[in-house]
Protein backbone atom coordinates (compact mmCIF):
# COMPACT_ATOMS: atom_id res chain seq x y z
CA UNK A 1 0.00 0.00 0.00
CA UNK A 2 1.19 3.51 -0.72
CA UNK A 3 1.29 5.18 2.75
CA UNK A 4 0.52 9.16 2.98
CA UNK A 5 2.20 10.80 5.17
CA UNK A 6 1.10 14.53 6.46
CA UNK A 7 2.91 17.33 8.10
CA UNK A 8 2.33 18.97 10.36
CA UNK A 9 -0.06 17.57 11.91
CA UNK A 10 -2.01 20.63 13.52
CA UNK A 11 -0.92 24.28 12.55
CA UNK A 12 -2.41 27.48 13.57
CA UNK A 13 -2.16 30.32 11.61
CA UNK A 14 -3.25 33.75 12.20
CA UNK A 15 -6.00 35.74 9.83
CA UNK A 16 -5.09 36.49 6.47
CA UNK A 17 -1.59 35.05 6.67
CA UNK A 18 -0.53 31.72 4.62
CA UNK A 19 -1.18 28.12 5.70
CA UNK A 20 1.01 25.84 4.10
CA UNK A 21 0.65 21.97 5.03
CA UNK A 22 2.61 19.28 3.22
CA UNK A 23 2.02 15.47 2.43
CA UNK A 24 4.33 12.54 1.27
CA UNK A 25 3.68 9.74 -0.32
CA UNK A 26 5.54 6.61 0.14
CA UNK A 27 6.38 6.02 -3.08
CA UNK A 28 5.97 8.03 -6.40
CA UNK A 29 2.34 8.61 -7.06
CA UNK A 30 3.40 10.32 -10.46
CA UNK A 31 2.64 8.11 -13.60
CA UNK A 32 5.69 7.81 -16.49
CA UNK A 33 2.71 6.67 -18.81
CA UNK A 34 0.67 9.41 -18.44
CA UNK A 35 3.05 12.38 -16.72
CA UNK A 36 0.55 13.25 -14.05
CA UNK A 37 0.07 13.16 -10.04
CA UNK A 38 -1.90 10.34 -9.48
CA UNK A 39 -2.79 12.94 -6.13
CA UNK A 40 -5.94 14.90 -4.62
CA UNK A 41 -6.36 16.91 -1.38
CA UNK A 42 -10.14 17.31 0.78
CA UNK A 43 -11.50 19.67 3.46
CA UNK A 44 -13.06 18.58 6.23
CA UNK A 45 -14.74 21.15 8.50
CA UNK A 46 -16.24 20.47 11.64
CA UNK A 47 -19.26 18.36 11.81
CA UNK A 48 -18.87 18.15 8.09
CA UNK A 49 -18.14 15.16 4.92
CA UNK A 50 -15.02 15.76 3.41
CA UNK A 51 -15.04 18.38 0.54
CA UNK A 52 -12.69 17.75 -2.69
CA UNK A 53 -10.21 21.10 -3.24
CA UNK A 54 -7.81 19.78 -5.55
CA UNK A 55 -7.26 16.68 -8.33
CA UNK A 56 -4.45 15.97 -10.09
CA UNK A 57 -2.04 17.23 -7.34
CA UNK A 58 -2.74 20.92 -8.79
CA UNK A 59 -6.32 20.85 -10.39
CA UNK A 60 -8.45 22.96 -8.30
CA UNK A 61 -12.33 21.76 -7.90
CA UNK A 62 -15.04 23.84 -9.60
CA UNK A 63 -16.37 26.76 -6.90
CA UNK A 64 -13.21 26.51 -4.99
CA UNK A 65 -11.38 29.85 -4.22
CA UNK A 66 -8.35 30.43 -5.91
CA UNK A 67 -6.71 31.00 -2.19
CA UNK A 68 -6.41 27.22 -2.49
CA UNK A 69 -3.57 25.87 -4.59
CA UNK A 70 -1.68 22.67 -4.80
CA UNK A 71 1.96 21.91 -6.00
CA UNK A 72 4.11 19.33 -5.51
CA UNK A 73 5.21 15.92 -7.58
CA UNK A 74 6.45 12.07 -7.08
CA UNK A 75 6.59 12.11 -3.59
CA UNK A 76 6.05 15.56 -2.09
CA UNK A 77 3.16 17.97 -2.22
CA UNK A 78 2.05 20.98 -0.79
CA UNK A 79 -1.28 22.86 0.09
CA UNK A 80 -1.25 26.36 0.42
CA UNK A 81 -3.96 28.68 1.25
CA UNK A 82 -2.69 31.94 0.86
CA UNK A 83 -4.80 34.08 2.85
CA UNK A 84 -6.33 32.53 5.63
CA UNK A 85 -9.94 33.08 6.45
CA UNK A 86 -11.80 32.10 9.49
CA UNK A 87 -14.06 29.76 7.09
CA UNK A 88 -10.94 27.52 6.35
CA UNK A 89 -10.73 26.06 9.68
CA UNK A 90 -10.76 22.41 9.05
CA UNK A 91 -8.87 18.89 8.89
CA UNK A 92 -7.14 18.62 5.58
CA UNK A 93 -6.39 14.91 4.09
CA UNK A 94 -4.22 13.95 0.97
CA UNK A 95 -4.88 11.14 -0.92
CA UNK A 96 -3.56 8.87 -3.59
CA UNK A 97 -5.28 7.49 -6.49
CA UNK A 98 -2.27 6.20 -8.04
CA UNK A 99 -2.68 2.19 -7.13
CA UNK A 100 -5.42 0.32 -5.56
CA UNK A 101 -5.90 0.82 -2.24
CA UNK A 102 -6.27 4.05 -2.33
CA UNK A 103 -5.27 5.69 0.51
CA UNK A 104 -5.49 8.93 2.95
CA UNK A 105 -3.20 10.95 5.04
CA UNK A 106 -3.74 11.02 9.11
CA UNK A 107 -5.07 14.56 8.59
CA UNK A 108 -3.86 18.01 9.22
CA UNK A 109 -5.95 20.21 11.85
CA UNK A 110 -5.80 23.86 10.67
CA UNK A 111 -7.07 26.45 13.37
CA UNK A 112 -6.69 30.32 13.84
CA UNK B 1 -27.17 19.03 -7.49
CA UNK B 2 -25.88 15.80 -6.91
CA UNK B 3 -26.82 14.38 -3.64
CA UNK B 4 -25.94 11.71 -1.78
CA UNK B 5 -27.77 10.17 1.11
CA UNK B 6 -26.66 6.97 4.02
CA UNK B 7 -29.06 5.33 5.42
CA UNK B 8 -28.17 2.20 7.32
CA UNK B 9 -29.59 0.81 10.89
CA UNK B 10 -27.14 2.95 13.83
CA UNK B 11 -26.48 0.23 15.60
CA UNK B 12 -24.72 -3.42 14.81
CA UNK B 13 -24.22 -6.29 17.20
CA UNK B 14 -20.84 -7.93 17.10
CA UNK B 15 -20.28 -10.60 14.23
CA UNK B 16 -23.45 -9.45 12.58
CA UNK B 17 -23.66 -8.21 9.16
CA UNK B 18 -23.68 -4.00 8.83
CA UNK B 19 -25.98 -3.27 5.57
CA UNK B 20 -25.45 0.39 4.38
CA UNK B 21 -27.27 1.63 1.58
CA UNK B 22 -26.60 5.19 0.05
CA UNK B 23 -29.52 7.11 -2.63
CA UNK B 24 -28.45 9.03 -5.13
CA UNK B 25 -30.51 12.07 -6.45
CA UNK B 26 -29.80 15.02 -8.89
CA UNK B 27 -27.57 12.69 -11.62
CA UNK B 28 -27.68 8.78 -12.68
CA UNK B 29 -26.14 6.21 -11.12
CA UNK B 30 -25.59 4.84 -14.87
CA UNK B 31 -23.28 7.66 -15.99
CA UNK B 32 -20.15 6.10 -17.44
CA UNK B 33 -17.66 8.29 -15.69
CA UNK B 34 -17.79 7.63 -12.10
CA UNK B 35 -17.72 4.63 -10.05
CA UNK B 36 -19.59 4.64 -6.30
CA UNK B 37 -17.77 4.61 -3.70
CA UNK B 38 -17.75 3.86 0.45
CA UNK B 39 -15.34 5.77 2.86
CA UNK B 40 -15.41 5.34 6.56
CA UNK B 41 -14.10 7.25 9.10
CA UNK B 42 -13.43 5.88 13.14
CA UNK B 43 -14.75 8.40 15.46
CA UNK B 44 -11.59 10.98 15.92
CA UNK B 45 -9.76 9.57 13.03
CA UNK B 46 -9.26 9.65 9.40
CA UNK B 47 -10.35 8.13 6.02
CA UNK B 48 -9.91 4.60 5.06
CA UNK B 49 -11.21 3.71 1.42
CA UNK B 50 -13.60 0.38 1.71
CA UNK B 51 -14.70 -0.04 -2.02
CA UNK B 52 -16.17 1.08 -5.28
CA UNK B 53 -18.67 -0.21 -7.71
CA UNK B 54 -19.35 1.34 -11.53
CA UNK B 55 -23.01 0.71 -12.48
CA UNK B 56 -22.12 -2.25 -14.82
CA UNK B 57 -21.07 -4.07 -11.21
CA UNK B 58 -17.16 -3.83 -11.92
CA UNK B 59 -15.87 -3.38 -8.46
CA UNK B 60 -12.72 -2.33 -6.58
CA UNK B 61 -12.47 -3.45 -3.05
CA UNK B 62 -9.50 -2.88 -0.16
CA UNK B 63 -7.57 -5.69 0.33
CA UNK B 64 -7.22 -5.58 4.01
CA UNK B 65 -11.88 -5.48 4.38
CA UNK B 66 -12.04 -7.57 0.95
CA UNK B 67 -13.21 -10.91 2.56
CA UNK B 68 -15.57 -8.94 4.40
CA UNK B 69 -16.89 -6.63 1.95
CA UNK B 70 -19.61 -6.45 -0.50
CA UNK B 71 -20.48 -3.74 -2.49
CA UNK B 72 -23.90 -3.41 -4.68
CA UNK B 73 -25.82 -1.64 -7.03
CA UNK B 74 -29.11 -1.12 -8.00
CA UNK B 75 -29.62 0.64 -10.91
CA UNK B 76 -33.89 0.96 -10.92
CA UNK B 77 -33.63 2.64 -7.75
CA UNK B 78 -30.26 4.75 -8.50
CA UNK B 79 -28.68 3.61 -5.25
CA UNK B 80 -25.61 1.37 -4.27
CA UNK B 81 -25.30 -0.42 -0.91
CA UNK B 82 -22.48 -1.79 1.50
CA UNK B 83 -22.42 -4.87 3.46
CA UNK B 84 -20.06 -5.70 6.27
CA UNK B 85 -19.65 -9.17 7.34
CA UNK B 86 -18.75 -10.40 10.91
CA UNK B 87 -18.14 -6.88 12.42
CA UNK B 88 -16.13 -5.86 15.24
CA UNK B 89 -15.92 -2.81 17.70
CA UNK B 90 -12.95 -1.88 15.34
CA UNK B 91 -15.94 -1.27 12.72
CA UNK B 92 -17.55 1.34 14.78
CA UNK B 93 -17.04 4.44 12.36
CA UNK B 94 -19.11 7.17 10.53
CA UNK B 95 -19.42 6.16 7.17
CA UNK B 96 -19.63 7.79 3.62
CA UNK B 97 -20.86 7.11 0.06
CA UNK B 98 -19.49 9.14 -2.26
CA UNK B 99 -18.96 9.86 -6.27
CA UNK B 100 -15.52 8.12 -7.18
CA UNK B 101 -14.80 9.91 -10.36
CA UNK B 102 -12.81 8.34 -12.91
CA UNK B 103 -9.79 9.54 -14.16
CA UNK B 104 -10.78 9.66 -17.84
CA UNK B 105 -7.39 8.01 -18.94
CA UNK B 106 -7.87 5.00 -21.25
CA UNK B 107 -7.70 1.24 -19.23
CA UNK B 108 -7.73 3.44 -15.92
CA UNK B 109 -10.25 3.50 -13.36
CA UNK B 110 -11.06 5.99 -10.33
CA UNK B 111 -9.74 8.57 -8.60
CA UNK B 112 -10.99 11.40 -6.54
CA UNK B 113 -13.94 10.91 -4.45
CA UNK B 114 -16.61 14.27 -4.83
CA UNK B 115 -19.22 14.65 -3.53
CA UNK B 116 -19.48 13.15 -0.49
CA UNK B 117 -22.90 11.71 1.57
CA UNK B 118 -23.37 13.70 5.06
CA UNK B 119 -22.43 10.45 6.33
CA UNK B 120 -24.35 8.01 8.88
CA UNK B 121 -22.70 6.94 12.40
CA UNK B 122 -22.41 2.84 12.80
CA UNK B 123 -21.92 1.28 16.41
CA UNK B 124 -21.04 -2.02 16.75
CA UNK B 125 -21.89 -3.31 20.22
CA UNK B 126 -23.59 -5.28 22.11
Known sequence: ?112 | QLQLQESGPGLVKPSETLSLTCAVSGGSITSTSYYWGWIRQPPGKGLEWIGSIFYSGHTYYNPSLKSRVTVSVDTSKNQFSLKLSSVTAADTAVYYCARHVMTLIRGEGPGWFGPWGQGTLLTVSS
Request: charged share 15%; proline share 5%; glycine share 8%.
Open chain 1, 1 to 112: DIVMTQSPDSLAVSLGERATINCRSSQSVLSSSTNKNYFSWYQQRPGQPPKLLIYWASTRESGVPDRFSGGGSGTDFTLTISSLRAEDVAVYYCQQYLTVPFTFGQGTKLEI
